[in-house]
T-cell receptor, first 113, second 111 residues
């Protein structure tokens, strides 16, 4: 079934450790996004990529980095995790051009202790 | 930055009742989208609106893109228990691939 796969589903991480959240889509969508979801704050955009080889900063980019080496994969890296990065992280994708909707993965629940 | 003000924050209703929620902004948007999120899952698109004044239905759901392009509402008629979840509005401005989300409306339906 076509869609977005995120891994891991959940993770407990010690502060200061490095962590990469994986995201893969098989829909050949050009644009990919990373959001974090926190209680009372909704979904906030961390980083995005309009096409392979390009990335951009969203609303809350500090402490995170991304890469887009190919169309399918869009990993999100926390270089040195801090407790405030405890959140649920959602990867999303969509076709660029026109008005195509955003498709979401099922999320990664990250706890930084 | 762009902000979407979504209300109400939460709703507790009885099965069979109608529900209405809305999003407003001080900015003009070209697209309004409504998503629903079930526990433990990512948001799923319910309705997409692309023209000012557009009124679109999807089963028991109806949404409208405000004439001023600064607001949108979502109505759910004859609610059922499976309508429980968090509903998000989302929008984007012309030429932007970035979607901005409201903070969500948490809906609880009592059987």
């Amino acid at each position: 079934i076509a869609g977005i796969t995120q891994a891991p589903t959940s993770q407990i991480l010690a502060a200061g450790r490095r962590m990469t959240l994986r995201c893969t889509q098989d829909m050949r969508h050009n644009a990919m996004y990373w959001y974090r979801q926190d209680l009372g704050l909704g979904l906030r955009l961390i980083h995005y990529s309009n096409t392979a080889g390009t990335t951009g900063k969203g609303e809350v980019p500090d402490g995170y980095s991304v890469s887009r080496a190919n169309t399918d994969d869009f990993p999100l890296t926390l270089a040195s995790a801090v407790p405030s990065q405890t959140s649920v992280y959602f990867c999303a994708s969509r076709r660029t051009g026109g008005n195509s909707p955003l498709h979401f993965g099922n999320g990664t629940r990250l706890t930084v202790t | 930055g762009q902000q979407l003000n979504q209300s109400p924050q939460s709703m507790f209703i009885q099965e069979g009742e109608d529900v209405s929620m809305n999003c407003t902004s001080s900015s003009i948007f070209n697209t309004w989208l409504w998503y629903k999120q079930d526990p433990g899952e990512g948001p799923v698109l319910l309705i997409a609106l692309y023209k000012a004044g557009e009124l679109t239905s999807n089963g028991r759901l109806t949404a409208q893109f405000g004439i001023t392009r600064k607001d949108s509402f979502l109505n759910i008629s004859a609610s059922i228990p499976s309508d429980v979840g968090i509903y998000f509005c989302a929008s984007s401005q012309g030429g932007s691939e970035k979607l901005v989300f409201g903070k969500g409306t948490k809906l609880t339906v009592n059987p």
